[in-house]
């Protein structure tokens, strides 16, 4: 049908005067346009498709009511086809803003129906969309025009004189048209740099905020360990006065034993995310480490009734790794079964060498979790059981930071469950230390010192400083006690002391300067200065060191840890 007869067959208007005018038969109009014209729903349906559209993509109606990325997928013979991506980009683009898209020249490919085969075609693509009366979009006009010709010819490097005058005006319409959409892609441009420097700026906004949380953690992790430190020598205290022991007993320790492993956690899980947690590799058996780590957890598991099973090869499990952390992954494993694990439950922990591998599983039968779930659990605050009134303590940060110390050992951490109420059980993969090498030389015991010591205790925390006095006199050793940074500088100057207890962050100055100025006296030289703080990260170690001090304890600090400090 020619143009006249379009126009007179849908808007015929040589009628009588008087006669009404008729209504366009817009159905007839929109299948008779010359551009290949496409109509989708805003979840790109296709609604609708005219006779231009059909025959230039070579298909028919029945593509009617399905997805558009159904019948158009990109070709699966070229790694590089990116037609899909980029139509779904522009088409949610007009979705989100109500705004039309240009896009640029796109190669994409259209199946021909013959066994899966393609046709390579290029397109000049516009997206436009359709609004109500509340500025929603209803449906989407995808308008094409197929340019497979003209990127031939442009590809060849040479026109074709087969091309008439209107092909040849057609070619210069498309001249204009791509120089249109150069602009806009540089405008585009323009407007990415702009972008990119704003990115920039927030990157280095986000870098200053990650650093001022990483302090307040720091402090917030010091200011839990002094009133921890206190309660903990206090209970200690109370259990050298009843030696028949106290119901409360228990009690206190078992939750002053949750409330450090916490403060540990968080202090941990910021190591982690930072990528600072710190490694101290040595040659070791890890049977060794997963016995003790079971032996601390056990008096756990008996509180309620749950048992611990524990299960070791007859040989040595050679690994290079630190005793300390590798214990950690236990522990934090450990305590995750017996917050998941009802009254009455069974835990099993079992280490083998399977593959020249060392493989350690924590396997328990608790309340599980769905299968998808597994990789989530070791995301930072993320908990197998939803919060609320029954919801056991904890931060969500155990099990991340048990991935963190195996993966930094090059091994592998998973979690496997059948299902909530179905148990749970987790499996740590370490790479094993060579077969011929030498057993790790193990510490000589030492025995209890008898020495009696004229110690100092600088502590600004009154109740803490009080309860370590009693404990290291009860011991037999002449203890003094000041509570700010310059009364411990005075105190230096008239008493000659063997060792000196030193808190870092005391009200007046710090305890980094307390040691240097002891150190600096004649008599520094013999003293030996022992770091108690809250604050125990890498760089607090290296400051202490730095500074003079002989050991950098971490709090709570047990009084079997110090006695043995004491003693060496």
């Known amino acids: 049908m020619d143009t006249v007869s379009i126009r007179e067959a849908a808007m015929s208007t040589s009628r009588p005067s008087g006669t009404p005018k008729p209504v366009p038969d817009f159905r007839r109009l ?16 296709i609604v609708e498709v005219n006779r231009a559209y059909l025959t230039a993509t070579g298909t028919r109606r029945s593509i009617v009511g399905r997805p558009v990325f159904d019948v158009f997928p990109d070709n699966p013979e070229d790694p590089s086809a990116d037609g899909v991506t ?31 085969g393609f046709v390579e075609r290029y397109w000049s693509p516009v997206n436009t969309p359709v609004l109500d009366a509340d500025g929603r979009v209803t449906h989407i006009i995808h308008r094409v025009e197929d340019v497979t010709e003209f990127v031939r010819l442009r590809r060849a490097g040479h026109e074709r004189e087969r091309a008439a005058a209107e092909a040849q005006m057609r070619a210069e319409g498309m001249e204009i048209d791509l120089f249109v959409r150069a602009r806009e892609i540089r405008e585009v441009n323009e407007q990415l740099r702009r972008v990119n420097g704003e990115l920039d700026a927030a990157g280095r906004q986000l870098q200053e905020e990650q650093r001022a949380k990483d302090r307040f953690i720091a402090t917030l992790s010091h200011e839990l360990r002094n009133p921890l430190a206190a309660a903990t020598a206090a209970t200690e205290l109370l259990a050298l006065d009843l030696p028949g022991g106290h119901p409360a007993l228990p009690v206190l320790e078992r939750q002053l034993g949750i409330l450090a492993r916490m403060s540990n956690d968080l202090l941990d899980g910021t190591r982690a995310l930072t990528g600072r947690l710190e490694l101290v590799p040595d040659r070791m058996d890890l049977r060794s480490a997963v016995e003790s780590a079971c032996a601390d957890m056990r008096g756990l598991f008996v509180h309620e009734g749950r048992s611990l099973e524990l299960r070791l090869p007859d040989g040595p499990v050679l690994v290079d790794g630190d005793r300390l952390r590798l214990a950690q992954v236990l522990t934090n494993l450990l305590s995750n079964a017996l917050k998941y694990t009802l009254p009455g439950g069974r835990t099993e922990v079992c280490l083998a060498i399977v593959d020249g591998q060392a493989r350690l599983t924590v396997r328990d039968d608790g309340i599980g979790f769905d299968p998808g779930q597994a990789e989530e ?16 303590e904890g931060l969500g940060l155990g099990l991340a930071v048990a991935r963190t110390i195996v993966e930094l050992h090059g091994g592998r951490i998973s979690a496997h469950s059948d299902g909530p109420g179905k148990g749970a059980s987790f499996g740590v993969l370490l790479p094993t230390a060579a077969p011929d090498a030498p057993q790790p030389a193990r510490p000589a015991a030492t025995g209890r010192a008898q020495r009696q010591l004229v110690i100092l205790i600088v502590e600004d925390n009154t109740d803490l400083a009080a309860t370590y006095r009693t404990l290291l006199e009860r011991q037999g050793h002449h203890v003094t006690v000041v509570h700010t940074g310059a009364d411990a500088v005075t105190a230096t100057e008239a008493n000659l002391f063997d060792v000196v207890l030193c808190d870092l962050g005391l009200p007046d100055m710090d305890g980094y300067t307390v040691a240097r100025t002891v150190r600096s006296r004649p008599h520094g030289a013999g003293l030996r200065l022992i770091a108690v703080s809250g604050f125990s990260r890498g760089t607090d170690r290296t400051l202490a060191h730095e500074a003079g001090f002989d050991a950098h304890l971490a709090k709570p600090l047990p009084l079997a840890d110090l006695l043995d400090l004491l003693e060496r």
């Open 86 to 116: 980029n139509l779904r980009r522009s088409l949610e683009t007009v979705v989100g803003t109500g705004r039309t898209d240009t896009m640029a020249l796109q190669r994409y490919d259209i199946p021909t129906g013959d066994e899966g």
């Open 377 to 392: 659990l070791f995301g930072v605050f993320m908990r197998a059981a939803p919060a609320g009134p029954h919801t056991p």
């Open 30 to 45: 929109f299948d008779s346009t010359l551009s290949p014209l496409l109509i989708l729903a805003p979840d790109f349906t």
